[in-house]
């Protein structure tokens, strides 16, 4: 008889299994551009050098990104949601508040800034560099709709992931998606107007490998990159449903919140950028069946409520 898995096993697995996916990003990144090198040029040291080539400034403009992330990505992510912070002095508020202060006081995390999201749609999410500057975002209609108890677990569902670091996480995997797009995007105009001045054998050359370059780029944006974003997303939120359920000692209280949130999750602001999915308790978009049962970034609600039911807190 197998034994029943404890909330540390699910926290534990699903670390490890991010890590390894976390890894594959690059590797499979430099590898496409190799293989689609291997096409137009001579040998395989050839080949090897221009993927070396082009890797550093791609490194380069994704570290100059990436700064602009860590200093002004929560505030982007709060603006395009239309959300405005509360106080704990606000009366409207104050119960909402007080959850968020005691969740965190669980959890042995500082007390997040709290935002409301004028929105009837069920949803949540937690943005911000790390910990002591984080924020965690709640619709209207979350706070409405849920239980005391419910919305408790809601909030430690998105302390977890700023337990976890999964808002920084975030923020490195979509700067990253949107450094290959911009650099696909610069190489497309590059093979058009070197395709127009292109006069003589070397020029072709060159054409046939920035064509490539695009080629190898757009394969990763479009094919590899968002099965192994969908991939990572859905750990985390495995990760963070286990977690949230150790901070509140109350994981049916999580499995029922999610029962209602699948019910209503579509957010405004946040679905109309598809990098921008992963970060809230749901998708915030249409459902749609082919891509909920393979792109979607959240795995299927009815799994994660089974895990939190049969959750042994020890």
């Given at each position: 008889?197998?034994?029943?898995?404890?909330?540390?096993?699910?926290?534990?697995?699903?670390?490890?299994?991010?890590?390894?996916?976390?890894l594959?990003?690059?590797?499979?990144?430099?590898?496409?551009?190799?293989?689609?090198?291997?096409?137009?040029?001579d040998?395989?040291?050839?080949?090897?050098?221009?993927?070396?080539?082009v890797?550093?400034?791609?490194?380069?403009?994704?570290?100059?990104w990436?700064?602009?992330?860590?200093a002004?990505?929560?505030?982007?992510?709060?603006?395009?949601?239309?959300?405005?912070e509360i106080?704990?002095?606000?009366?409207?508020?104050?119960?909402?508040?007080?959850?968020?202060?005691?969740?965190a006081?669980?959890?042995?995390?500082?007390?997040?800034?709290?935002?409301?999201?004028?929105?009837?749609s069920?949803?949540?999410?937690a943005?911000?560099r790390?910990?002591?500057?984080?924020?965690?975002?709640?619709?209207?209609?979350?706070?409405d709709?849920?239980?005391?108890?419910?919305?408790?677990g809601?909030?430690?569902?998105e302390?977890?992931?700023?337990?976890?670091?999964?808002?920084?996480?975030?923020?490195?995997?979509i700067?990253?998606?949107?450094?290959?797009?911009?650099?696909?995007?610069?190489?497309?105009?590059?093979a058009?107007?070197?395709?127009?001045?292109?006069?003589?054998q070397?020029?072709?050359?060159t054409?046939?490998?920035?064509?490539?370059?695009?080629?190898?780029?757009?394969?990763?944006?479009?094919?590899?990159?968002?099965?192994?974003?969908?991939a990572?997303?859905?750990?985390?939120?495995?990760?963070?449903?286990?977690?949230?359920?150790?901070?509140?000692?109350?994981?049916?209280a999580?499995?029922?919140?999610?029962?209602?949130?699948?019910?209503?999750?579509?957010?405004?602001?946040?679905?109309?950028?598809?990098?921008?999915s992963?970060?809230?308790?749901?998708?915030?978009?249409h459902?749609?069946?082919?891509?909920?049962?393979?792109?979607?970034?959240?795995?299927?609600?009815?799994?994660?409520?089974?895990?939190?039911?049969?959750?042994?807190?020890?």
């Amino acid at each position: 008889m197998s034994s029943i898995k404890t909330v540390y096993d699910h926290i534990r697995q699903n670390n490890i299994k991010t890590i390894l996916l976390v890894l594959l990003f690059p590797l499979l990144f430099l590898g496409v551009i190799f293989l689609f090198m291997l096409i137009v040029m001579d040998t395989y040291t050839d080949a090897l050098a221009i993927t070396g080539t082009v890797a550093i400034p791609v490194l380069i403009i994704s570290a100059v990104w990436m700064l602009i992330s860590w200093a002004f990505g929560d505030s982007m992510i709060l603006n395009v949601a239309s959300a405005h912070e509360i106080s704990p002095d606000d009366k409207k508020y104050r119960e909402v508040f007080r959850s968020v202060e005691n969740v965190a006081l669980a959890a042995g995390l500082p007390t997040p800034r709290v935002y409301i999201i004028e929105d009837s749609s069920l949803n949540a999410f937690a943005t911000g560099r790390s910990p002591s500057d984080a924020s965690v975002a709640l619709t209207r209609g979350i706070i409405d709709k849920l239980d005391s108890a419910e919305l408790a677990g809601v909030i430690s569902h998105e302390m977890a992931h700023i337990g976890n670091r999964d808002i920084r996480l975030d923020m490195l995997i979509i700067t990253g998606l949107g450094v290959t797009v911009f650099t696909a995007d610069l190489l497309l105009r590059g093979a058009i107007h070197s395709g127009h001045t292109s006069n003589n054998q070397d020029n072709n050359k060159t054409d046939a490998i920035i064509l490539l370059l695009w080629l190898a780029f757009s394969v990763f944006n479009l094919i590899i990159a968002p099965i192994l974003q969908m991939a990572i997303s859905r750990n985390r939120e495995y990760a963070a449903d286990s977690t949230g359920a150790l901070i509140t000692r109350n994981p049916t209280a999580l499995a029922s919140a999610l029962r209602k949130i699948s019910g209503n999750s579509t957010l405004a602001g946040i679905s109309k950028i598809k990098t921008m999915s992963s970060i809230c308790i749901a998708p915030p978009t249409h459902a749609r069946a082919f891509s909920d049962s393979l792109m979607a970034t959240h795995p299927p609600v009815q799994k994660r409520i089974e895990r939190l039911e049969s959750m042994s807190i020890k």
